[in-house]
């Protein structure tokens, strides 16, 4: 997927959480107060608040404020595809959660991979929605620069469990200097506050302030002291809108799920149409070899002992069909690191994935047993009646949908690739033994330790 359609997707998935609510209470205050809107304003409002469309102005918004409009179009890229960089690949991560409803956000080492400039304008643009949208952003960052660090609001100062500073960020430096260190004038307040190691009290003996001390004095603090009283007054929750806390743990109704995850799934099968066009491709090729073995002219039917041949091509049939559904097994493993993170992040329930992922296969399924049959089925010679034409294919139909579920099962629960295939082999093999098919030893030659092979087989 493009960069551009994994945010669509993602906004999609998250909803709009109370943005209707807040448009319809907006729009009615406005009219009693006899206001008129801003257009541009307005417009951006409504668009905001119109859940399940397929593009929306918050996509173009968070492609431009995170630098990403000039990759919008090109693929997320992966091992075998060319596609955007590390860093951009992080803004992508970042943008997936700005798009949606969160009025609360938790943000950990969102500056790795990105340079200085790129880092400013992603925190001046968070500022923005925290201050115009009152929302509540915690970032933590590593030695931020100093243009990044004066963007914030409030600072947390965390060392070994405890809580050294909360508040202002414009009396940090006032309490550490009432502790005894004063920030030097070339030294960034940011590092200074990492490796706190200067003692401006020239008329006392430099001495070790612990942690806990640290900790002791910001509640004797006028911030810390300031704090305690705001805690100590109860919330009214009478005074709380209904639309403060949300009641659904999706951004979105199921059905509303299932059709976006549809519309993902049936995309990505566009974009991997090679794969479905090679496995049809690679079963006519193989219809063709099984019509040259299995000629219905050289396969007589006026004896019992006939039968082993019809069985032999009915077998060679279901193992090819079984075999088509082995892809399925890397494509699972391909996509649980996204389906994953998407689980935990609340985008769709997980059974919706599972739903649509069975839907999309079953025109995949009858394609390719319909491919099979119509090939083979009455080149090999079996009963010319149509009944027996179609039970053929509903059970084709069945074998491939058993691999195909068999295969994602193996995928989903194995999780590594080597392991999976290997595994996936393994069971194939008891398939093959405990089938049903078995050689006679007397139809085998008795050169070469043929005996025990036929047992075997």
Request: charged content about 20%; proline content about 4%; some cysteine.
């Amino acid at each position: 997927m493009t960069v551009r359609e994994t945010l669509d997707f993602s906004r999609r998935c998250l909803g709009i959480g109370a943005r209707y609510d807040m448009l319809a209470e907006l729009a009615a205050r406005e009219r009693e107060a006899g206001i008129k809107p801003d257009p541009e304003i307005d417009a951006y409002m409504k668009a905001t608040a119109v859940q399940g469309q397929e593009t929306n102005i918050v996509t173009d918004l968070t492609l431009k404020v995170l630098g990403l409009d000039i990759c919008a179009d090109m693929p997320i890229g992966d091992e075998m595809i060319r596609g955007i960089s590390g860093g951009q690949k992080k803004r992508v991560t970042t943008g997936e959660m700005l798009t949606g409803p969160a009025r609360a956000l938790f943000m950990d080492e969102i500056s790795t991979g990105l340079d200085s400039s790129s880092t400013f304008e992603i925190v001046k643009y968070i500022r923005q929605l925290v201050h115009v949208m009152n929302e509540t952003v915690m970032i933590s960052l590593l030695q931020p620069p100093p243009e990044t660090y004066n963007l914030f609001d409030d600072i947390i100062l965390l060392s070994e469990g405890y809580i050294v500073y909360h508040g202002p960020r414009d009396n940090i430096l006032e309490f550490f200097e009432a502790a005894g260190f004063r920030c030097p004038e070339r030294k960034g307040v940011a590092d200074f506050l990492q490796e706190v190691q200067y003692w401006y009290l020239e008329q006392q003996q430099y001495r070790h302030v612990s942690v806990p001390e640290f900790a002791q004095r910001f509640k004797s603090f006028h911030v810390g002291q300031q704090m305690v009283k705001e805690l100590q007054i109860p919330f009214d929750k009478s005074k709380t809108h209904p639309a403060a806390l949300t009641t659904n743990k999706y951004g979105q109704s199921s059905w509303e799920s299932i059709k976006t995850v549809l519309s993902r799934e049936q995309l990505l099968m566009k974009r991997n149409s090679f794969i479905y066009i090679f496995k049809v491709t690679q079963l006519i090729i193989l219809g063709l070899m099984a019509m040259t073995v299995f000629l219905r002219t050289k396969m007589p039917y006026g004896h019992i002992s006939d039968g082993g041949k019809f069985f032999g091509a009915l077998t060679f049939s279901l193992i090819t069909v079984l075999f088509n559904g082995f892809a399925e097994l890397q494509l699972t493993i391909k996509m649980l690191p996204t389906f994953y993170k998407q689980r935990d992040f609340l985008f769709f329930p997980p059974w919706t994935f599972a739903l649509v992922t069975i839907i999309l296969r079953i025109p995949v399924s009858l394609m390719e047993s319909a491919v099979w049959v119509v090939l083979t089925y009455y080149v090999m010679g079996f009963a010319p009646a149509p009944r027996r034409f179609f039970r053929q294919l509903l059970a084709f139909f069945g074998t491939h949908q058993m691999a195909m579920a068999l295969f994602r099962f193996l995928g989903a629960v194995l999780k590594s690739m080597v392991v999976a295939n290997t595994f996936g082999m393994f069971v194939i093999l008891l398939i093959f033994i405990f089938g049903g098919f078995v050689i006679p030893r007397e139809v085998t030659s008795d050169h070469g330790g043929s005996g025990l092979t036929g047992h075997l087989l």
